[in-house]
């Protein structure tokens, strides 16, 4: 050291060097960034001490100028070399409470240890002294101090992590911050909730983040005894297929759990990606459980209770009822033109309504199917897959129908329809209009009629995917096809 002090223009050059060097590595590695202004305070302070005529480090209270840099680098570079060591050992940096303990532990231990060498300050009275103070302020800070020792275990044992969601006791949100006195929490509701890391450490700690990979939730529905299970999970398995980010890996799971007072317990296990979007999940299963379940015909029970009846006021005016609806829908269908009134009646009391939700599918293109729909009220989209890309056709509303070809030829689903917003259907079946035609097998010739026309009116439309005919094939020809398969298909 002291050649170093003899020699000074050796010195500034080469701590020049080391200035711009370190600056230049700060710029490749922002993590050494922390070095640069503490180094260059020492370069200066030694430069100013050379300028001053000291000789040695121990030169009086000049020395402070090279001591107080020197000693906020040291320590900065091993708190540095620390986290690299946290980083290397856990696979991530460091909770900020952790480096603030070992900064101020450092801080103490070195200006304990200058005070001692430089200055010779005798620190046995001092840390006697210190003790009796420390225990006074200990016991009036126990608290406190309970908090920072506790924030230190939890950054030791790492049981939860900023964003993490966790549920701490009764209480529950996503971590924002864990200080070095208390843990900060964002709740469902968007509030801030603080809980000191005393009262932490005393509660159960549910991390939902950890492990990381998708975590499953259970969803509990009761339904009526009437309706078999196999059933009732059928139609499960249909409302889970149709929610949107649900991961198929693992994939759903449902199974009957007990049989309760009023009914029989099903459980849907799903598995959501991340914790937060269980409960959009729970809730489009739900939302969707009732228009499925309406449409299939299965209750929802609820507990029996005394109802008593009192005579209402007659309204002034009343709703049209739904079978009256259809009744007066069906006879502006030409499909059912050929119908008696009394055969149109028997075919409208063969229908089902149907409530689907807005975007739902209704009947999927490429599938099977053998039944025919009228929108009752709402709106239904018709798509079609054109060169790869899915196609809007139509939009169908109050009055308007489709399926017809599936109905009376058991014909694949041309098209997809979607409902575009929540949608009433009245639908019949192939079971349900066999009886009609049994009952008038003559009825089969004029509907092949109409489909003929129907069909023909089609392929001359510009662009139309339906034609199923060559350019020229008459409508005699045309009517004949759909007569035999109409036939066929009812075994008439």
Do not use: C
């Amino acid at each position: 050291m002291r050649g170093l002090w003899s020699a000074p223009w050796i010195v500034g050059p080469a701590a020049l060097v080391a200035i711009l060097a370190l600056a230049r590595l700060a710029r490749v590695r922002p993590g050494l960034q922390p070095l640069v202004t503490p180094f260059t305070a020492t370069v200066l302070a030694i430069a100013v001490m050379l300028a001053a005529g000291a000789r040695e480090l121990g030169d009086g209270a000049l020395s402070l100028f090279f001591l107080v840099p020197a000693l906020v680098l040291v320590i900065r570079a091993s708190v540095i070399l620390l986290q690299a060591l946290f980083r290397r050992s856990r696979g991530e940096d460091p909770p900020a409470l952790l480096d603030s303990v070992i900064s101020v532990l450092l801080y103490g231990v070195g200006a304990g240890v200058v005070a001692k060498i430089w200055f010779g300050v005798e620190l046995t009275p001092f840390l006697a002294t210190s003790a009796v103070v420390g225990a006074v302020v200990g016991l009036a800070l126990q608290d406190t101090l309970g908090n920072l020792f506790t924030g230190i275990a939890l950054h030791t044992e790492s049981p939860f992590h900023v964003g993490d969601w966790v549920k701490l006791g009764d209480f529950e949100g996503k971590i924002e911050q864990v200080s070095w006195r208390a843990t900060r929490l964002r709740t469902w509701y968007g509030d801030t909730l603080t809980i000191p890391n005393n009262e932490v450490s005393r509660r159960p700690i549910l991390n939902y983040s950890l492990p990381k990979a998708p975590h499953s939730r259970t969803l509990q529905i009761g339904v009526s005894f009437q309706t078999p299970p196999n059933k009732v999970l059928s139609v499960l398995s249909g409302v889970v297929d149709q929610v949107p980010g649900l991961p198929r890996d693992p994939a759903p799971s449902l199974r009957v759990v007990a049989y309760h007072d009023f009914a029989i317990q099903y459980e849907v296990r799903y598995h959501v990606s991340g914790y937060e979007d269980y409960r959009r999940v729970e809730g489009e299963i739900l939302r969707l459980v009732w228009y499925h379940f309406r449409r299939h015909g299965i209750e929802i029970p609820f507990p029996v209770r005394n109802v008593y009846l009192h005579q209402a006021e007659p309204l002034v005016t009343s709703p049209e009822a739904p079978a009256t609806r259809l009744e007066r829908t069906l006879r502006g269908i030409d499909l059912f033109r050929p119908l008696t009134e009394d055969e149109l009646r028997a075919a409208a009391g063969r229908f089902r309504h149907l409530h689907y939700a807005a975007g739902e599918r209704i009947i999927q293109e490429g599938d099977d199917g053998n039944s025919f729909f009228v929108v009752d009220s709402g709106e239904v989209e018709v798509q079609k897959t054109l060169g790869g890309a899915r196609r809007s056709l139509a939009t169908l509303m109050e009055g308007q129908f489709f399926g017809e070809m599936a109905l009376l030829t058991g014909e694949r689903r041309a098209a997809t329809v979607v409902a575009s917003t929540d949608v009433d259907l009245f639908t019949i079946d192939k079971g349900a209009f066999h009886d009609v035609l049994v009952a008038n097998p003559a009825i089969a010739v004029e509907i092949s009629a109409i489909l003929a026309e129907r069909r023909e009116a089609l392929s001359q439309a510009e662009g139309d995917t339906t034609a199923r005919f060559e350019p020229g094939t008459s409508k005699v020809a045309m009517k004949e096809h759909f007569l035999d398969r109409i036939r066929s298909y009812f075994g008439l």
